[in-house]
């Protein structure tokens, strides 16, 4: 078999939405298409009756020696520079032949062969879709001017908050975050680390189980699992006074008497009631779209090109419950219109909860509000992360067969739990080589031990030993390593001659800005052009922080013109400094790109 046969014959991919995985789509589709094209002429000219092939090889032939120079300058040349030259004369005939073949197929055939489509994780969208509703909630308290969730600081911005001076307390403050996603995550590297030696595991789980009679496990936000923060969200609502309790009771423990910064955190937004609205919003994302939208695409039989319809009704389901919260808030709400499958809360109690909480508008007078932005955050980051499905699309317009032909599971389970086992056994066995790692996990995956025990022969096992030790021989790891190490070394040269240049940018530019006279006198203003403007502006916004970024700046000369007279205002009244360069908006900026060097 040709390996070129395999990309030809591929019809889509699954990945997640990252840009490398997107990048990597695209440059498999540019290898799908050569690879189908490339074979296609190989074939078409293998079939040419003889004399169609002598009559073809002889115009190449003569169009080659006419293009390089004549029978004279021909006969001059090596051999093997002759042979290189017709090597790529036929290389050119075959692409003739491919392309007149392709050419003469119906539009459906060039359609059908050249189908190829992509879709991503529909893991991978949820767990988007929660980020971006976590984004827009945490931003309402910014946008409204109302103080938000207790911060929580590390262990060094703490003592700088503590003893350190004004602008080392603001920078603490400045660089600390809090609210739900923060508190989940400490409280998942408290109640269950993902390194076994280290948290409250064991000594969690007893005390709940004599609490409750059970044994409870926090969700495993210590490794952010899928879904694992709204998991926490429902779990801390349902037993929130027994977390409380355990804390203390984890202070009153040690022989200090105190709890370690990360524990007194873990208290700290516990006890707060905005980080509470916050935890309740994660909540009923989670029953309401979560588990539902889990439960509907989780099946190994459902191809995900089928899922348009799926995501229409989840983004429209959405758009319901951020009209009216009051369909999971109020109290005679029910699963029938809150869930998005119709089907019963994945943990009812956690529900019930987050109602008794909605009606206490005094403890929590920002449930809604909150809820409402989580919700649009989650959808419009569903909008985006849906693209795909969008009409007019390659999924949208694809026929049944050709959606059928490309079928592709709904979730990049398979490759994530690969590479999870691949991480689980090289932590066991670290000096174990990739190779060998691919070969044993193809033998468990591929059932070879049953083909070994019931096809293979004594002949077959003496080629199998030899092959073996063929591959031994080539080192194929060493020369692995090797590349990864040579290839590393080539990114830092690369980036070290990026800075190299930039930094010769930057010397250009300051040395223009230091030689140059702004222009002070506000009527000059309306004769100049929009590029001295644009330089004006550059100059100011190098050591004037209040300027925007060029990215920023409005786009019309009246607009800019506004700008630069307030950069010159605040000039002549020497409210900055002409040469400060310490400000954030010092940095000259670049003009030009740097992409001779993009991979």
Same mark, same amino acid.
């Given at each position: 078999?040709?390996?070129?046969?395999?990309?030809?014959?591929?019809?889509?991919?699954?990945?997640?939405?990252? &840009?490398?995985?997107?990048?990597?789509?695209?440059?498999?589709?540019?290898?799908?298409?050569?690879?189908?094209? &490339?074979?296609?002429?190989?074939?078409?000219?293998?079939?040419?009756?003889?004399?169609?092939?002598?009559?073809?090889?002889?115009?190449?032939? =003569?169009?080659?020696?006419?293009?390089?120079?004549?029978?004279?300058?021909?006969?001059?040349?090596?051999?093997?520079?002759?042979?290189?030259?017709?090597?790529?004369?036929?290389?050119?005939?075959?692409?003739?032949?491919?392309?007149?073949?392709?050419?003469?197929?119906?539009?459906?055939?060039?359609?059908?062969?050249?189908?190829?489509?992509?879709?991503?994780?529909?893991?991978? %969208?949820?767990?988007?879709?929660?980020?971006?509703?976590?984004?827009?909630?945490?931003?309402?308290?910014?946008?409204?001017?109302? &103080?938000?969730?207790?911060?929580?600081?590390? +262990? =060094?911005?703490?003592?700088?908050?503590?003893?350190?001076?004004?602008?080392?307390?603001?920078?603490?403050?400045?660089? #600390?975050?809090?609210?739900?996603?923060?508190?989940?995550?400490?409280?998942?590297?408290?109640?269950?680390?993902?390194?076994?030696?280290?948290?409250?595991?064991?000594?969690?789980?007893?005390?709940?189980?004599?609490?409750?009679?059970?044994?409870?496990?926090?969700?495993?936000?210590?490794?952010?699992?899928?879904?694992?923060?709204?998991?926490?969200?429902?779990?801390?609502?349902?037993?929130?006074?027994?977390?409380? *309790?355990?804390?203390?009771?984890?202070?009153?423990? +040690?022989?200090?008497?105190?709890? /370690?910064?990360?524990?007194?955190?873990?208290?700290?937004?516990?006890?707060?009631?905005?980080?509470?609205?916050?935890?309740?919003?994660?909540?009923?994302?989670?029953?309401?779209?979560?588990?539902?939208?889990?439960?509907?695409?989780?099946?190994?039989?459902?191809?995900?090109?089928?899922?348009?319809?799926?995501?229409?009704?989840?983004?429209?389901?959405?758009?319901?419950?951020?009209?009216?919260?009051?369909?999971?808030?109020?109290?005679?709400?029910?699963?029938?219109?809150?869930?998005?499958?119709?089907?019963?809360?994945?943990?009812?109690?956690?529900?019930?909860?987050?109602?008794?909480?909605?009606?206490?508008?005094? *403890?929590?007078?920002?449930?809604?509000?909150?809820?409402?932005?989580?919700?649009?955050?989650?959808?419009?980051?569903?909008?985006?992360?849906?693209?795909?499905?969008?009409?007019?699309?390659?999924?949208?317009?694809?026929?049944?067969?050709? @959606?059928?032909?490309?079928?592709?599971?709904?979730?990049?389970?398979?490759?994530?739990?690969?590479?999870?086992?691949?991480?689980? *056994?090289?932590?066991?066995?670290?000096?174990?080589?990739?190779?060998?790692?691919?070969?044993?996990?193809?033998? %468990?995956?591929?059932?070879? #031990?049953?083909?070994?025990?019931?096809?293979?022969?004594?002949?077959?096992?003496?080629?199998?030993?030899?092959?073996? @030790?063929?591959?031994?021989?080539?080192?194929?790891?060493?020369?692995?390593?090797?590349?990864?190490?040579?290839?590393?070394?080539?990114?830092?040269?690369?980036?070290?001659?990026? =800075?190299?240049?930039?930094?010769?940018?930057?010397?250009?530019?300051?040395? +223009?800005?230091?030689?140059?006279?702004?222009?002070?006198?506000?009527?000059?203003?309306?004769?100049?052009?929009?590029?001295?403007?644009?330089?004006?502006?550059?100059?100011?916004?190098?050591?004037?922080?209040?300027?925007?970024?060029?990215?920023?700046?409005?786009?019309?000369?009246?607009?800019?013109? #506004?700008?630069?007279?307030?950069?010159?205002?605040?000039?002549?009244?020497?409210?900055?400094?002409?040469?400060? /360069?310490? %400000?954030?908006?010092?940095?000259?900026? &670049? /003009?030009?790109?740097?992409?001779?060097?993009?991979?």
């Amino acid at each position: 078999m040709d390996v070129r046969e395999f990309p030809a014959k591929v019809k889509g991919m699954l990945s997640d939405h990252a &840009e490398d995985q997107r990048k990597l789509v695209r440059l498999f589709k540019d290898w799908k298409f050569v690879c189908e094209r &490339e074979v296609r002429g190989e074939r078409a000219l293998a079939i040419l009756p003889p004399s169609d092939v002598l009559h073809h090889l002889s115009v190449m032939m =003569d169009d080659l020696i006419v293009t390089t120079g004549g029978p004279q300058v021909w006969d001059t040349l090596s051999m093997g520079e002759r042979q290189i030259r017709a090597d790529e004369a036929i290389h050119q005939l075959r692409i003739k032949v491919r392309e007149e073949t392709f050419a003469a197929l119906s539009d459906t055939e060039k359609e059908s062969i050249d189908f190829f489509i992509w879709a991503g994780c529909c893991m991978h %969208k949820e767990l988007n879709a929660a980020k971006g509703g976590n984004t827009k909630m945490r931003s309402w308290w910014g946008q409204k001017g109302i &103080e938000g969730p207790v911060l929580l600081m590390n +262990k =060094d911005n703490t003592a700088n908050a503590a003893l350190g001076s004004s602008k080392g307390k603001e920078r603490a403050v400045t660089m #600390s975050t809090g609210g739900a996603q923060k508190v989940l995550d400490l409280a998942g590297s408290v109640f269950r680390n993902k390194d076994d030696k280290r948290g409250q595991q064991d000594s969690f789980r007893y005390y709940f189980e004599a609490e409750l009679g059970n044994s409870v496990q926090w969700p495993d936000t210590s490794n952010t699992r899928y879904h694992s923060h709204g998991d926490a969200a429902c779990e801390f609502l349902v037993h929130e006074p027994l977390y409380i *309790t355990y804390l203390e009771v984890m202070k009153s423990k +040690k022989e200090s008497r105190t709890l /370690t910064n990360i524990e007194e955190n873990v208290l700290r937004g516990f006890s707060c009631t905005k980080t509470k609205e916050e935890i309740t919003c994660f909540a009923v994302y989670n029953q309401c779209i979560t588990h539902p939208y889990l439960r509907m695409v989780r099946n190994t039989s459902l191809n995900i090109l089928d899922l348009g319809p799926v995501h229409v009704q989840l983004i429209n389901h959405l758009q319901c419950l951020i009209m009216d919260v009051n369909i999971i808030l109020g109290p005679d709400a029910s699963y029938k219109a809150a869930t998005l499958d119709k089907h019963p809360f994945e943990r009812p109690e956690a529900v019930y909860t987050i109602q008794c909480a909605a009606q206490d508008t005094t *403890t929590y007078p920002h449930l809604r509000q909150l809820l409402v932005q989580f919700l649009q955050g989650a959808q419009e980051t569903w909008v985006r992360f849906t693209a795909e499905f969008s009409p007019g699309g390659s999924i949208d317009k694809s026929t049944t067969l050709q @959606r059928r032909h490309a079928f592709m599971n709904t979730t990049n389970d398979c490759n994530e739990g690969a590479l999870g086992s691949m991480r689980t *056994t090289l932590r066991r066995a670290p000096h174990m080589s990739l190779n060998y790692f691919n070969s044993s996990f193809m033998y %468990k995956k591929n059932e070879t #031990s049953t083909y070994v025990s019931t096809v293979l022969g004594t002949d077959d096992w003496m080629r199998l030993r030899r092959k073996a @030790r063929e591959m031994e021989g080539q080192h194929n790891e060493h020369q692995r390593r090797k590349a990864q190490a040579e290839y590393d070394c080539e990114v830092v040269r690369r980036n070290r001659k990026q =800075d190299a240049r930039r930094q010769e940018k930057r010397d250009a530019t300051e040395a +223009k800005f230091a030689a140059f006279e702004p222009c002070t006198s506000i009527p000059a203003l309306r004769s100049l052009r929009v590029v001295d403007i644009d330089f004006q502006l550059r100059w100011h916004r190098w050591f004037d922080s209040s300027i925007p970024a060029s990215k920023d700046m409005p786009k019309t000369k009246a607009e800019k013109i #506004s700008v630069l007279q307030q950069a010159i205002g605040r000039y002549i009244r020497h409210e900055v400094v002409e040469g400060n /360069t310490s %400000k954030p908006g010092a940095q000259p900026e &670049e /003009t030009g790109d740097d992409n001779d060097d993009d991979l």
